[in-house]
Structure formats: structure tokens, C-alpha cells
């Protein structure tokens, strides 16, 4: 009868089914790729949770090792989860509302004021982190109302790298760019002889204000006046650049990867990006040289900080804080640090690592960078940055694509921000 | 409805066919060739209509780390199946069939439910799952990926079951069948093109679905290949040939189930529909 | 599909338990998973969250301040016009394609069957790639589309960076994503209308576009209806495209309701939750009265 018929056809495909979910389940558990690592190596004292944001590190990766050994010397067991990092604000937001947060959250930099002032992260007072080594000016994006959150786990800024043979064919020398009227020259000359200028990204989220801040910053505009004359002038730099072609369309839409993609095809002269690419940069295939982004007037511009913060997030159970610390200070450890700085081609957050790293010519020029560059949350803006970056990159969006005049769209931004920041 | 052109006229329609399936899977043809596009011709002007400097590194990668992700991906396609057809079947002979009062309402419901956005949905399940301790699990996925296709499922079923003449319910009412039996036994039979149809598009939702899988299984042992995607999505840097390589992969499986299952689609959506 | 709205037929006292009993799983599935969600939507749209009061629960009740803020946003007025643009066009586009490819394909040709199971492909791909592929192809310098049209001596296009364009360019990217639902809805409606019809007609001396319009068309009307509604409730919902081909802008040019909703909640570093359900809500409330417009006509097509 048609039942029985449908009847084994149901069970047959129930029978597949178990089976691949058998199979899926035992391969997962063997192979493991997925974020989390095993948590065999720790020991018996519970298991301790973390989230950071780089899904790109599987459970074999030396990162989720590093996690584990921490983990196995301060007795426990580790989760580790990866997550896309734009994603990871909001997660940890609902998790903390529902009590889920995790014991360890490594998040970026300029979210770590917003999610203090939330109440969701412990300050160094209550968790006994030390923080005698780090920079100041890299801590400083982790501080809010005088109380420090969290522990940098490294960090990274902006620089130009230049394609030396482009520049050559061009017949322009490196040591004349020092300001923007000569950078602009430059660019004028790579185009008539036939290469694209510069890439860089200005897209509508907080990579495109993490872009544009060298060049604000070295106009010598301030974050708390974004209409100014000297802010109107470093927007109206850009608009220039894609108005005479010197920069390519698409920086409207590019992020810093798809930027550093234009510039790997070695047809642009600069590109604006940042010390992660230097695997990257090792990879392209041409002779590349890194130097900072020029102030207005010659000297080098002020860079935003990138790069994460190790943040201990408050729990029910203050009792876990103890191991969590320990957890924490092995990760920023100076050894461990400089082994996690290399892999993500981040500069250390303390002296005894950057002393390491600026004994190789190649990161010298970055340390430097770090050392001049600044946080986006500093200058006492704390939570106030995210509330004046989205005016700010919606204001470049405009000025670039046309609808706006450079000053005009810094007009509308500043009211946005000033209304937001009241 | 038969064609009533003349034999002559086949072959042209089948090379219009073609030339029509080729315009609209140009892009797809354009993943591939992404996928086994080398980094630095990401973004080379012009761009490269074939991969001339092909290169393997996406498609090593997947093959490497995604496989585990495309059996997580079947099971929750398969489960979400399942779990569909067993809510929505019995609703949709409800309201074709028994029509108990106040089953307009209901599905009313159902056509607002379908409103709701993902984002929505996925937080209020986050909560939910939390508190029922099934957050970052498989079986939990399953039911919300359900949730995109009970609704939709219920209005096919009701559709196609109201088209079941009234002899056959009639008939299976003499022999004594309740209307279990009668369910079991005379409707699920005869419906078998919408439960592939319904199956059909409950397997595809739940493949290519990522909201829920990234908000409920963002940390789960088991997940699908929505979110392995994001082992190239890093911090600040992006794979995309493996990106794109992954997506290949993971459309071979559920190409091949369409191909299989489009006979039986054909005729499951809407047969009651129409002779209204 | 009009048995969702009749009125019900007489029936037996036992009929309707097990009416009941039968719609019981669906009934709490319902419950369970849709009433929670817009409830808490809801909730978030009535209260004043800043993220401290989120993470603590005890956000103030301030009533319809966060819709009034809403009202009065500069983005509302665009975001609403961009989103009937773009619902009507995409929906237009993806019908009257699905419906010409369904009629083209049910002429039963050699290969017919795999080719419209391969134009199901577009359905398989996670948005993320689909998007992103669209957005490679509409690239202003390394974009495949450009280079065509180069070819053809045509100037380059900013597609996805200019204001004039983005709206158009996602548009496109929408329609080939929601022409696969359209073609298999209407080709099986196209298969239930009975061939004898037609056979009357063409030895009539009907030509196939009267057959068409005459005697097709008509009887596809619930189906139509059917694929529009549920094509206009998935439209509307649509913000991964958009978000990934051009965030809604550049300075809001394809912002729509839904990518302004996720732009307050989600995508900035300081989440303004509020607001974000205020707007998700508006959109439920749009796809309500749509739904409740293609109720009325059911029943004016009852009555007729």
C-alpha cells in the first residue's frame, strides 16, 4: 500500500539522516576546525570562556594553543570562540543582558569605553590586572573616567606603503613626499605616467573614519569641531585626489582589504594601510617601502591606534576573577605577547616588546608609527568617538560621492555629532 | 500544457534556453572564477574573464577545514525538513480539510509571522535558547530555520490538499477512517509533490541561512557552512578565493538535490489553486 | 490562496476537534517562536535603551518617544521612499521575468527540466557571496560589468559608489536573487491550468499573446496573488543585499527600512536599540497592510 511505501521512505531517509549526522558529529569532534578548541589539556578547575574576534585562527592555530597552555597553567580548561569583530559588540551586549558573558573578551579598541559605560567590563581595581608596562598613549583607548579596563594586546596603525618601481617609472624620489601639496605632486606625476595614485578606504563604517583620521588629525583638525576650516581641508584633499583620478572610485566602497587588493595588482603607487598587511606586503611581489602619512605641512600625522583589548567582563560569580587575571596576564605576558604580536603583525603594547621588535628593520618604522600614534577614543572622548565617527564617516561618504561639498557635509556632520554628544 | 508549436521549433527554444540559463548564472560563473583567482588579481583593471593565474589555495582550504561544516550544514538542512513537514503537513490538511473555526484567523497568523525580520526573530530566540539551555546547538538551529518555513509550508499544503477531491475523503469516511487514518493514510500519499515541494524550500532555506546560525551558533562544536565562512573573514584581513571556493562547494550538493527534485516540484505548489 | 480566508464550510462536531488537534503543533509553534520575538521587538521599541540600561533590563518606558523620533528623522522620509522603489521594482521585475520564464519553460523543449533546476542555483548561494559577487562585478574599475560596457564604448558607471546608481544597482542585484521563488511558484501554477483550454482556443484562431492574456492570465490570478504577497513580505524584509553591496548609501542613497533599522541596532559602534525596533516595526506594519489589502480582494473575489 502507498503508506508502507511512504512509510520506509520516511524511515530510510530518517536511517540517512542519522548516519550523516553520525558522521558529522564524529568528524567534528576528531578534526575540530571549528573556533572552540579541546578542552583536554586543562585541568580539573572548570572551564574558563573566551571570545575574541579572530575567526580566522582554527583549534590548531598557535593562537588557540597559547589559549590552552595559559589555560592549563593557571589549572582549567578553555573555550574559545572566534567571532566576525563587527559583530562582537552586540553579542557581547545581549550575552551580559542575559548573564551568558564570557570570562575572557578580547574586543577592539574603540568599543571598550562604549561597553565600560555599559557596565559589562571590570576595571584593573576590581580584577588586580597589572598594567605598569603598557604605553600610556595605547592604554589610553581602554580608559574612561580615570579607571583603566582592559590590557592591549598589541597594536597596530597607518602608514603608506609606496611600489618602488612605480615611483621610479614615475620619476618620483620618496624623499620629496613630506607634505600634502608634494604627495599630491607625486600622485599628478604617477598619473601621467600612466599608474594609478593612491588606494585607501573610505567606507561607510568605522574602518573609512579609522582611514580618514591620519589625514584629519594632520590638517590639524579636532574631533570635537569636525566644520572646521582645517577638517574642510582634508576632506576637500580626498575629493581632490578622485576628482582629478588620482585615487580610484572605489574608495567610496573599499575596505582596507579590497584596498590593499588594488594596490597588490602593482598598478598604484600608495596605498594607506596598516602594519597587518605586512605579511601580505612580503607576498606581493614587488619592492614596496612604508612611509608615514605626511601632517599638512610637512612633519608626520597623528595615526589611530587599531588593534585589541584583553577585557575581563564581569560575572555573577566575582570568585572566577582570580584565574581569569591569571589567564590575562599570561596572554599580555612579554614573551607570549611578542609571539601573538608577530603572528597578527601587531606592535607590542609595552617597552620590553617593542624594544624586540624595533630591532628589525623592517617593524622599526611601524614602532615609530605606534609611538606618535593616538587613540580615537582618547583626548577624553571616551564613549562621545562613535557618536562623532558616524557623522563623520557619513559626511565623507557625501563629499566623495558628490552630493555634498566637503565643507557643507562637515557642517551637517558636526550638528549630527553635536546633537548626539550633548 | 503542451507545447503547440511545430518539432522545428525545439531545438531553437532549447538554444534560447540555454542562452537564457547562461545570462542569469553569469554571476555565479563569476564566483567561480573569483574562487580560483589568486589575491593580488582581486582587483586588477580590466579583470580577468578566466583565471589565467589560477591558483588552488581557496579551494586546498575548504577542503582541508570545511567538510566537517558541510555535514553540520545537511543535518540541519535534513532536520529542518523533517521538523517542517511534521508541523506544517497536519496544519495545512487542517485548514483544507477540517476546517475548524476560527482556522481563517490562524492563517492570517501565519502570513503576518512571515513578517517578522530575521534579526528580530534571531534575538528574541537567543533568549529562549538561554534560558533553555539548547544556545549553540544543532538541534536548536533546526527550530529556528523551521521558523522561516513552517508558515509558507502550511499555505502550500493547505493549498494543494484543498484540491484533493471530495470523493476520496468520502470514500475514506465509509471505510470508518477517522481523520487520522484518513490523513495518514489517503492525504500524505497523494501529496507527495508538496511535501517535495515544501521539503525543496525548508532544505534551501536552511542552507543558506546565516542570521540564525550566527546569532544562535556563533559558538556551537557543530556549525553550519554559513558561519565556516568566517575562518576567512578575519580580524582585518579576508580570504576571498577560499571565501568564494566555499560557496562552490557547499551549492554542488544542493544543485544536484534540485536537479533531482524538480520533477516532483512542478506540480506541488499550487494544484488546488487555480480550479478555484 | 483563498482557503485561508473562506468562510468555513459546515462540519461535524468531531471535525472540529480534530481540526484543532491537527492545527495544535503549528498553534504552539506560533506561540513559542513568534510571539516572544515581537513581543520583545515591541518592548524594545517603547522604552529608552542607552547599552548600560540594555545590559541591566531597567530601560524607562517613554511610549511612542522612539517612533516619534523616528517620524522625525531626516533618513525617514528617503528611507521610505527608498523602500517602496525598491519593493515595487524588484517585485515587478521578478514577477513579470518569473512569469515569462515559467510560460517559456513549459513548453517542454529537450533539457527544459535541468535548465530550470539550474536557474534555482542563485537561491543556493549564502547572501554573502551572492552579494559580494555582485558587488565585484559592479565595481567602478575592476568590475567585470564596467569592462562590458567599455567594450561597447560606453563610459564606466559608478554602480555601487554613486548616489544616483546605488538604488538601481541593488535593485538588479535583488531581482536575480528573487527570480528562482517566482519562476518554480508560477511554472506549477502554469502546470495545474488544463491544456484543453488552450487547444479550444488556438482552434479559435486565438494568437498566443490573446491566449495569454485571455484565458492563462486569469486563471493565474490566486496564484499571482499569492507569489506577490509573499514576494512583497520577503522583499521587504531584504537588507543583506543592500548592506553588503553598499550599506545603504553612499549618504543614504539605497538606504531602505530595513538596512536603517540594522544600521541603529547593529552596525555602528554605539547601538541605539530603540529606534532600531521602531523601525522594524514600521516595516511589519507595511507588510500588515498589504496583507490586508490582498485579504480584501480575496473576498471581494469571493463574493464576485
Not at chain 1, 536511517?15 to 558529529?25: D, F, K, M, Q, Y
Request: proline share 5%; glycine share 10%.
Amino acid at each position: 500500500m502507498k503508506a508502507q511505501s511512504i512509510a520506509r521512505r520516511v524511515a530510510c531517509a530518517g536511517l540517512a539522516l542519522a548516519v550523516t549526522g553520525g558522521a558529522a558529529a564524529c568528524s567534528k569532534t576528531s578534526s575540530s576546525p571549528s573556533a572552540s578548541s579541546g578542552g583536554s589539556q586543562g585541568g580539573g578547575g572548570g572551564t574558563y570562556t573566551v571570545w575574541d574576534p579572530y575567526p580566522q585562527f582554527d583549534g590548531s592555530s598557535d593562537w588557540s594553543k597559547l589559549l590552552d597552555k595559559c589555560g592549563s597553567d593557571a589549572g582549567v580548561s578553555i573555550k574559545r570562540t572566534g567571532y566576525d569583530t563587527s559583530d562582537l559588540t552586540n553579542k557581547e551586549l545581549l550575552a551580559a543582558q542575559q548573564g551568558n558573558s564570557p570570562d575572557v573578551l578580547i574586543v577592539d579598541n574603540p568599543v571598550v569605553s562604549t561597553l565600560a559605560d555599559a557596565g559589562v567590563l571590570t576595571d584593573t581595581g576590581q580584577t588586580s590586572l597589572d598594567t605598569s608596562g603598557i604605553s600610556p598613549n595605547l592604554l589610553a583607548a581602554g580608559q574612561l573616567a580615570g579607571k583603566t579596563y582592559g590590557i592591549p594586546i598589541g597594536a597596530n596603525t597607518l602608514a603608506l606603503y609606496y611600489n618602488k618601481a612605480v615611483l621610479s617609472a614615475a620619476g618620483v624620489d620618496i624623499a620629496s613626499v613630506k607634505d600634502w601639496p608634494s604627495l599630491t605632486a607625486a600622485l599628478a606625476k604617477v598619473k601621467a605616467a600612466g599608474k594609478k595614485g593612491i588606494t585607501f578606504s573610505a567606507i561607510g563604517t568605522e574602518e573609512g573614519s579609522f582611514q580618514f583620521l591620519p589625514w584629519f588629525w594632520g590638517s590639524g583638525a579636532n574631533l570635537t569641531k569636525l566644520d572646521s576650516s582645517q577638517a574642510a581641508s582634508a576632506l576637500s584633499l580626498w575629493t581632490d585626489w578622485l576628482k582629478k583620478g588620482y585615487a580610484p572610485n572605489s574608495v567610496i566602497n573599499n575596505t582596507q582589504t579590497t584596498s590593499w587588493q588594488e594596490f597588490a595588482t602593482g598598478q598604484y603607487a600608495f596605498s594607506e594601510n596598516g602594519t597587518w598587511q605586512l605579511a601580505n606586503a612580503k607576498k606581493a611581489g614587488f619592492d614596496y617601502g612604508i612611509i608615514p602619512i605626511p601632517a599638512m605641512s610637512g612633519g608626520t600625522a597623528a595615526a589611530p591606534t587599531g588593534g585589541e583589548f584583553v577585557t575581563i567582563p564581569v560575572q555573577s560569580k566575582t570568585d572566577r576573577y582570580a584565574t581569569t587575571q591569571k589567564l590575562v596576564a599570561c596572554l599580555t605576558s612579554a614573551d607570549n605577547a611578542y609571539a601573538t604580536d608577530t603572528t597578527l603583525s601587531y606592535i607590542g603594547a609595552t617597552q620590553a616588546v617593542q624594544t624586540k621588535q624595533a630591532a628589525s628593520p623592517d617593524l622599526k618604522p611601524w614602532v615609530d608609527a605606534v609611538a606618535a600614534a593616538k587613540g580615537r577614543t582618547s583626548d577624553n572622548l571616551g564613549t562621545k568617538y562613535p557618536k562623532i565617527s558616524q557623522p563623520l564617516w557619513t559626511a565623507m561618504q557625501a563629499a566623495l560621492s558628490g552630493s555634498a561639498s566637503p565643507a557643507s557635509a562637515l557642517g551637517t556632520a558636526q550638528s549630527a555629532a553635536a546633537a548626539a554628544t550633548k | 500544457m503542451r507545447s503547440l508549436g511545430s518539432r522545428t521549433k525545439k531545438p531553437l527554444l532549447t538554444g534560447v534556453g540555454l542562452v537564457l540559463t547562461a545570462l542569469m548564472l553569469f554571476p555565479v560563473y563569476w564566483m567561480v572564477n573569483e574562487s580560483f583567482t589568486r589575491d593580488q588579481d582581486m582587483r586588477k583593471d580590466p579583470p580577468n574573464w578566466f583565471p589565467v593565474h589560477g591558483t588552488f589555495e581557496g579551494y586546498r582550504a575548504v577542503l582541508h577545514q570545511q567538510l566537517p561544516y558541510l555535514g553540520t550544514s545537511l543535518l540541519i538542512g535534513l532536520g529542518t525538513v523533517a521538523l517542517t513537514l511534521a508541523v506544517a503537513a497536519p496544519a495545512g490538511y487542517s485548514l483544507a480539510k477540517l476546517r475548524p473555526r476560527g482556522g481563517g484567523v490562524l492563517g492570517f497568523v501565519l502570513l503576518i509571522a512571515q513578517m517578522i525580520p530575521g534579526i528580530i526573530m534571531a534575538m528574541g530566540f537567543y533568549v529562549i535558547y538561554l534560558k533553555l539551555g539548547i544556545l549553540n546547538s544543532a538541534p536548536g538551529l533546526i527550530v529556528a530555520d523551521s521558523t522561516i518555513a513552517v508558515p509558507f509550508g502550511v499555505l502550500v499544503f493547505a493549498a494543494f490538499m484543498s484540491g484533493i477531491p471530495e470523493e476520496l475523503m468520502q470514500a475514506a469516511k465509509t471505510d470508518g477512517a477517522g481523520p487520522l487514518r484518513t490523513f495518514w493514510s489517503i492525504v500524505m500519499p497523494v501529496s507527495r509533490n508538496a511535501v517535495v515541494t515544501v521539503s525543496l524550500f525548508a532544505f534551501l532555506w536552511a542552507w543558506s541561512d546565516f542570521i540564525f546560525a550566527n546569532t544562535l551558533d556563533g559558538g556551537g562544536d557543530q556549525q553550519p557552512i554559513t558561519l565556516g565562512i568566517y575562518h576567512y573573514i578575519g580580524n582585518n584581513n579576508q580570504q576571498w578565493n577560499a571565501i568564494m571556493a566555499t560557496a562552490v562547494v557547499a551549492s554542488i550538493p544542493a544543485t544536484v538535490l534540485l536537479i533531482v527534485a524538480q520533477r516532483y516540484v512542478a506540480a506541488g505548489v499550487t494544484a488546488g489553486a487555480v480550479k478555484d | 490562496m483563498s482557503t485561508l480566508t473562506q468562510t468555513p464550510a459546515p462540519r461535524r462536531p468531531s471535525g472540529r476537534w480534530a481540526g484543532w488537534a491537527f492545527l495544535a503543533p503549528v498553534t504552539v509553534y506560533l506561540v513559542a517562536f513568534y510571539a516572544y520575538p515581537m513581543y520583545r521587538n515591541i518592548d524594545l521599541s517603547l522604552r529608552h535603551y542607552t547599552v548600560r540600561s540594555f545590559v541591566d533590563g531597567d530601560a524607562p518606558f517613554t511610549g511612542l518617544a522612539n517612533y516619534s523620533k523616528v517620524f522625525s528623522d531626516p533618513t525617514f522620509a528617503p528611507a521610505l521612499e527608498h523602500t517602496l522603489i525598491f519593493t515595487f521594482v524588484s517585485l515587478f521585475f521578478q514577477f513579470w521575468i518569473g512569469m515569462g520564464l515559467a510560460v517559456f519553460f513549459s513548453k517542454h523543449f529537450r533539457l527544459s527540466a535541468t535548465l530550470r533546476a539550474l536557474f534555482l542555483v542563485p537561491w543556493l548561494l549564502p547572501l554573502i557571496v551572492s552579494a559580494s559577487t555582485w558587488s565585484w562585478m559592479l565595481n567602478s574599475d575592476s568590475g567585470v560589468v564596467n569592462h562590458a560596457l567599455h567594450a561597447f564604448g560606453i563610459a564606466p558607471v559608478d554602480w555601487l559608489t554613486s548616489p544616483t546608481w546605488s538604488l538601481a544597482s541593488v535593485i538588479v542585484a535583488n531581482i536575480w536573487i528573487g527570480i528562482p521563488f517566482n519562476l518554480v511558484v508560477l511554472y506549477s501554477g502554469l502546470q495545474a491550468v488544463p491544456a484543453d483550454m488552450y487547444e479550444a482556443a488556438a482552434l479559435d484562431g486565438a494568437s498566443a499573446w490573446q491566449r495569454f492574456w485571455k484565458i492563462t492570465f486569469p486563471l493565474l490570478r490566486p496564484v499571482s496573488a499569492i507569489t506577490l504577497l509573499l514576494g512583497l513580505v520577503y522583499t521587504l524584509k531584504v537588507f543583506d543585499i543592500i548592506w553588503i553591496m553598499t550599506k545603504g548609501g553612499p549618504a543614504g542613497s539605497s538606504t531602505t527600512f530595513a538596512t536603517w533599522s540594522y544600521r541603529l541596532g547593529f552596525g555602528n559602534l554605539l547601538p541605539e536599540f530603540g529606534p532600531g525596533a521602531a523601525v522594524g516595526n514600521l516595516l511589519v506594519v507595511m507588510a500588515l497592510a498589504f496583507g490586508l489589502i490582498y485579504i480584501r480582494a480575496q473576498r471581494k473575489q469571493q463574493v464576485a
